[in-house]
């Protein structure tokens, strides 16, 4: 099963709580090439490839409140609201699109914030909110309404960050 796919029938499963939001200013929308597609999802200069490419990423994980059905903020009083969930990163990272796929072909620079994916059936979270992290999955762009932040992870694992010595 495609990681879309997982990730539409997550977010149906689990409402707002899958959902995660845009913190601070929005990154820049840059161009690709089709020769810019990774063959052997190897990144460097601090540029990352979408899906299928395994990420670990740090930061810190936060939860907020965000609108969400009907109308995402355009009608509060009426508009359901729901916890999401964000990685703000340690620094930023730079996303390398694949023109050659609609749903994942932008590029974006300078991305601080990415909303994590997850079947909370499967995985609880709650308890790393608030904690440096490092965070492994698969990065997504942004399809939906449910999606907050221009690039999102399909979270695979999320481990307290440890400083070694």
Not at 62 to 74: C, L, S
């Amino acid at each position: 099963m495609s990681t879309h796919i997982k990730v539409i029938v997550g977010f149906m499963l689990l409402g707002a709580s899958c959902l995660g939001i845009s913190l601070g200013a929005a990154a820049n929308t840059v161009a690709a090439s089709e020769s810019d597609t990774p063959s052997d999802c190897r990144y460097a200069s601090n540029w990352y490839y979408y899906e299928p490419c395994v990420v670990r990423l740090s930061g810190h994980l936060v939860t907020k409140i965000e609108y969400g059905p009907p109308d995402y903020g355009e009608h509060p009083k009426t508009d359901r609201r729901g916890t999401i969930y964000v990685l703000l990163l340690d620094k930023p990272i730079n996303v390398k699109g694949n023109p050659a796929n609609e749903l994942d072909g932008d590029s974006f620079t300078d991305v601080k914030a990415i909303q994590l994916a997850f079947d909370p059936s499967k995985m609880k979270i709650d308890g790393y909110v608030g904690k440096k992290v490092t965070a492994e999955g698969e990065l997504f762009e942004a399809e939906t309404g449910h999606h907050y932040t221009q690039v999102l992870m399909w979270l695979h694992n999320l481990s307290s960050w440890r400083r070694r010595w």
